[in-house]
């Protein structure tokens, strides 16, 4: 699976739009995931996971960093997420399934934060670039 020209551009013209309220856009989604998949709490013991938290806040940055890097390097996204996926995969093992509950919460995130843009074109392509970008961060699982 790999996105066309249209998607890519599609993937693009939200991420400038967002990128401004990365951080924000990033601890809400956590906090999303946190409340309504309380089982990925168990990854982050050491983190105080009440809302707006430091580390919460810290972690939501480096997620959408992460985010706008797969973004950046969108024809080359394999090579710019491969330390970040031998991390979640070897040291972290962090279950799979997690990436698409992050995901699933990102696309409501972004919904909120942008309803008039978040259309239901918009929808599928950021639903396809993020099921890419879980592919590729559990493929060190296989």
Not at 94 to 114: Q, R
Not at 121 to 127: F, I, L, Y
Request: a negative charge; hydrophobic letters at 45%; charged letters at 20%.
């Amino acid at each position: 699976m790999s996105l066309t020209n249209s998607e890519r551009a599609i993937v693009m013209s939200i991420w400038d739009k967002i990128s401004s309220q990365a951080d924000a856009i990033g601890i809400e989604t956590l906090e999303r995931l946190f409340h309504s998949f309380p089982q990925t709490k168990t990854y982050f013991p050491h983190f105080d996971l009440h809302a707006g938290s430091p580390q919460l806040r810290a972690h939501g940055a480096k997620v959408m960093a992460a985010l706008g890097q797969a973004v950046k390097n969108i024809d080359h996204m394999q090579s710019a997420l491969t330390q970040l996926s031998e991390l979640h995969a070897y040291i972290l093992r962090v279950d799979p399934v997690n990436f698409k509950l992050l995901s699933h919460c990102l696309m409501i995130t972004l919904a909120a934060h942008i309803p008039d843009d978040f259309t239901a074109e918009v929808h599928a392509v950021w639903d396809k670039f993020l099921s890419l970008v879980s592919s590729i961060l559990t493929e060190k699982y296989r």
